[in-house]
């Protein structure tokens, strides 16, 4: 049951989710697959493309695990969830999505996968993500404390920042290499990505500030000095 809604911000937010439809398999990969292998890009480009598209890939998997697995379980708003299950399911399609892109460049997926145990920022960036959402993953962590409930918002800051912040550090990568008309395939598959994680930020936007209108004594400044750091 979802009505009447508590929160009709989200069930916009999930009805303009249904909208955006896509799957992978409708993007062209073959200009992208001959610039790669005719060498259209220098070893640098390679590099750069390769670890935006290794940090983007294991975001995704870490975010489709933790959304489904310690944020959707504490969330009791049926509208809230609707959305949710919604994102989870967009998740799972960005990951195939880069599975596709991987397969049609001919990458061998350990590679990209892979790459953070070779490349050090890669690897600390994946940490500090790990160590952000282990605070709520841990055996019978529930909600209804003010200690457990501090961490839970925290969690959900952290998404924020992941999708807000991260993901499009990684798209502008892609963006420019379309601007200057080089892998343009993989360009249009990110330009669809980044349509969903726009109302993934706004879907995370307002359950924070639900958060903390429902329950403003969890936005301490010790919190607010937390996520800063």
């Not at 390679?46 to 959707?72: M, Q, V, Y």
């Not at 360009?187 to 930020?201: A, G, K, P, Y």
Request: with cysteine; glycine share 4%; charged share 25%.
């Amino acid at each position: 049951q979802i009505s009447p809604l508590k929160h009709p911000w989200a069930y916009e937010i999930f009805k303009k989710m249904q909208k955006n439809n896509w799957v992978a398999e409708e993007i062209p990969f073959q200009k992208d697959y001959e610039q790669w292998t005719n060498n259209e890009l220098n070893e640098k480009e390679k590099a750069c493309f390769l670890r935006a598209l290794a940090f983007a890939s294991n975001l995704d998997g870490l975010l489709t695990k933790t959304l489904s697995e310690l944020i959707k379980p504490h969330i009791t708003s049926p509208e809230v969830c609707l959305a949710l299950a919604r994102q989870i399911y967009e998740e799972a399609l960005h990951v195939d999505s880069y599975s596709a892109m991987i397969e049609s460049l001919s990458f061998d997926p350990d590679d990209v996968y892979g790459l953070y145990r070779r490349d050090k920022g890669l690897f600390y960036k994946n940490k500090e993500v790990l160590r952000s959402v282990s605070k709520v993953n841990k055996p019978g962590f529930k909600t209804g404390t003010p200690e457990n409930d501090h961490l839970f918002l925290e969690a959900c800051i952290t998404n924020l920042i992941l999708e807000g912040v991260f993901f499009f550090s990684a798209f502008l990568i892609f963006y420019n290499f379309g601007r200057q008309n080089k892998m343009t395939g993989s360009r249009e598959m990110i330009q669809f990505i980044n349509r969903d994680e726009d109302l993934h930020v706004a879907l995370f936007v307002n359950i924070i500030n639900s958060i903390k209108k429902e329950q403003p004594e969890l936005w301490t400044q010790e919190t607010q000095e937390n996520m800063r750091n």
